[in-house]
C-alpha cells in the first residue's frame, strides 16, 4: 500500500527540540523529493522544507531556517523534521508529502504540534 | 512569488459552475497545482502543470492559464466538491500556497 505516516507529534514547552518522522511504503523513496508542510489551527497551508531524493539538497522556509532540519534515511524509507528552539507559532499539522513531476501527489495524515508553556 | 486567491470564500450549489482564480505575483510559466482539503484530511492533488488532471480526478475539475493567472474550475459541483482549495507555484522556492478558497453549500 502506498502511504506515508507521520509520527513524533506531541505537546511540547517554548524553546524546546522535537522531532518528527515519516514512514514511506509502497513505493521507491530513494526515487523521491520529500516535503514537510505544516498548517497551523484554522490556518492555510504553508511549505517547511524540502529534500531532494539523494539528500544531496536541502531548503527551506525563511520562518524555519536555522531552526529546523530536514533529513532522510533511504536505507529505513524514512524522512525526518528536526524541530529546535520550538516557538508558539510553530504550533501545527505537519505533513510530509511526495514530490511528483509538478506538486505534492502523496501525503500523510499528519502529526499534531503543540507548543505551549 | 505571492499567491492570491479569490474568493476566499464561496457558497454555491450541487450543479453549479464554479470558477476559483489563483493570481501569482509574478510570472511562474505553467508551474500551478491545485489541491483540495477536506476538514481533518491531508490535501489532495487535483491538477498540476496548471491544466493536467492528476490521475483518478473527476474530468468535472479543469485548470488553466499561465504566467500569473490561473483558474480552477468545476464544470458542476457535487456534494463531496465542498472542501477548500489551495493553490501551489512551484516555479522557485520556496513553493508557495495561495491562501485558500472555501467553498460552501448554499
Known amino acids: 500500500q502506498v502511504q506515508l505516516v507521520e509520527s513524533g507529534g506531541g505537546v511540547v514547552q517554548p524553546g524546546r527540540s522535537l522531532r518528527l518522522s515519516c514512514a514511506a511504503s509502497g513505493f521507491t523513496f530513494s526515487s523521491y523529493g520529500m516535503h514537510w508542510v505544516r498548517q497551523a489551527p484554522g490556518k492555510g497551508l504553508e511549505w517547511v522544507a524540502v529534500?531532494?531524493?539523494?539528500?544531496?539538497?536541502?531548503y527551506y522556509a525563511d520562518s524555519v531556517k536555522g531552526r529546523f532540519t530536514i533529513s532522510r534515511d533511504n536505507s529505513k524509507n524514512t524522512l525526518y523534521l528536526q524541530m529546535n528552539s520550538l516557538r508558539a507559532e510553530d504550533t501545527a499539522v505537519y505533513y510530509c508529502?511526495?514530490?511528483?513531476?509538478?506538486?505534492?501527489?502523496?501525503w500523510g495524515r499528519g502529526t499534531l504540534v503543540t507548543v505551549s508553556s | 512569488i505571492q499567491l492570491t486567491q479569490s474568493p476566499s470564500s464561496l457558497s454555491a450549489s450541487v450543479g453549479d459552475r464554479v470558477t476559483i482564480t489563483c493570481r501569482a505575483s509574478?510570472?511562474?510559466?505553467?508551474?500551478l497545482a491545485w489541491y483540495q482539503q477536506k476538514p481533518g484530511k491531508a490535501p489532495k492533488l487535483l491538477i498540476y502543470?496548471?491544466?493536467t488532471l492528476q490521475s483518478g480526478v473527476p474530468s468535472r475539475f479543469s485548470g488553466s492559464g499561465s504566467g500569473t493567472d490561473f483558474t480552477l474550475t468545476i464544470s458542476s459541483l457535487q456534494p463531496e466538491d465542498f472542501a477548500t482549495y489551495y493553490c501551489?507555484?512551484?516555479?522557485?522556492?520556496?513553493?508557495?500556497f495561495g491562501q485558500g478558497t472555501r467553498l460552501e453549500i448554499k
Open positions: 502543470a496548471a491544466s
Open positions: 509574478q510570472g511562474i510559466s505553467s508551474y
Open positions: 508529502a511526495r514530490e511528483a513531476a509538478e506538486g505534492m501527489d502523496l
Open positions: 501551489q507555484q512551484l516555479n522557485s522556492y520556496p513553493p508557495t
Open positions: 529534500i531532494w531524493y539523494d539528500g544531496s539538497n536541502k
